[in-house]
């Protein structure tokens, strides 16, 4: 059975986007089970261009999974997933990534064994020294990879990240480790980006920068975003509109002040107010 709700901030939410604007994003009745477990079960949902879409929902609720099927990391779903109203359902990764849909991961996803440098370097697509005879012509390629290196130096500058340019990822704290791949991932120039957990181990001081970036990522690039989030406080700041996800289905959408009031929402928290976890840890 289908979700109870369809959520569509394409006429809702964003300030971004007219009212019955297309698509950036749109999820027809996708459903994902694990074994005998249905982490997702019939969501459908639209998202505007430009919109900043916060997804939250107790433990389990198959924020991560719904992410995986969007981004093709999980493909044994059914139902349908288009982007600009081209169908992407069940594409491999790198597939969809070349469309510019980028994605961060729960647990960050770097090349352990380079420097922090190196994993942006490698981050954007069809780099021209990849290709065997763009490798004749080495000055282009040369060029490319001088531009490509100033721009992960500016965008770790960006992030307050420099320090540890040089690096391995393996040696990078936890909230490190997560801004270096969100960094990576935006070397990529993302029209649509899906972030899990991005405030995650992030400590305080840097919390606020990140979020500083995403609101520029968002308003100034207008790239489309979706973020899973615990940290409320952080979903409330920045999203025009947010989901509520629990049981694999989309329970509530509206504005966090909307969301506090909503008594379906505060029982999937079992009891627990949205907005108990935003004290800084
Ligand atoms: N690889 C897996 N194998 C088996 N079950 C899984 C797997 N991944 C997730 N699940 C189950 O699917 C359900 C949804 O999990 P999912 O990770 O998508 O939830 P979530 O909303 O992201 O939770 P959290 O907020 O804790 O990250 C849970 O019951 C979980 O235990
Ligand atoms: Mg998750």
Redesign the pocket.
Same mark, same amino acid.
């Given at each position: 059975m289908s979700s109870e709700i369809t959520v569509d901030s394409t006429s809702t939410g964003s300030p971004n986007a007219a009212p019955g604007a297309a698509s950036v994003l749109e999820l027809q009745d996708v459903k994902c089970a694990? &074994?005998g =477990?249905q !982490? =997702?079960n019939g969501i459908s949902m639209k998202v505007a261009p430009g919109a900043f879409i916060g997804l939250i &929902?107790?433990?389990? !609720? &198959?924020? +991560? +999974?719904?992410l %995986?099927c969007v981004s093709g990391f999980n493909r044994a779903y059914s139902g349908k997933v288009f982007m600009n109203g081209r169908e992407i359902s069940r594409r491999q990764p790198h597939q969809i990534a070349d469309l510019s849909l980028m994605r961060t991961f729960?647990v960050p996803r770097l090349f352990r064994h380079m420097t922090v440098l190196s994993n942006l370097m490698v981050a954007p697509q069809h780099q021209r020294g990849e290709g065997l005879l763009n490798s004749f012509f080495r000055r282009s390629w040369k060029e490319q990879e001088l531009a490509n290196l100033q721009r992960a130096r500016e965008t770790l500058a960006k992030f307050a990240i420099t320090d540890v340019a040089e690096n391995y990822a393996s040696d990078l704290s936890g909230g490190q480790e997560r801004i270096a791949e969100l960094s990576r991932t935006i070397m990529s120039v993302p029209k649509v980006l899906l972030l %899990?957990?991005p405030f995650a181990g992030v400590s305080p001081s840097n919390r606020l920068r990140l979020a500083d970036h995403l609101s520029m990522l968002s308003v100034e690039m207008s790239v489309t975003v979706v973020m899973?989030e615990?940290r409320l406080e952080w979903v409330e700041r920045l999203c025009h509109l947010i989901y509520v996800?629990a049981g &694999?289905r989309l329970i509530a959408q509206g504005s966090m002040e909307d969301l506090r009031k909503n008594r379906q929402v505060l029982e999937a928290y079992l009891g627990e107010a949205p907005g108990a976890k935003t004290s800084e840890q």
């Open positions: 694990y &074994g =477990v !982490a =997702v &929902g107790p433990n389990g !609720a &198959g924020k +991560t +999974t719904l %995986d729960q %899990d957990e899973i615990h996800m &694999g």
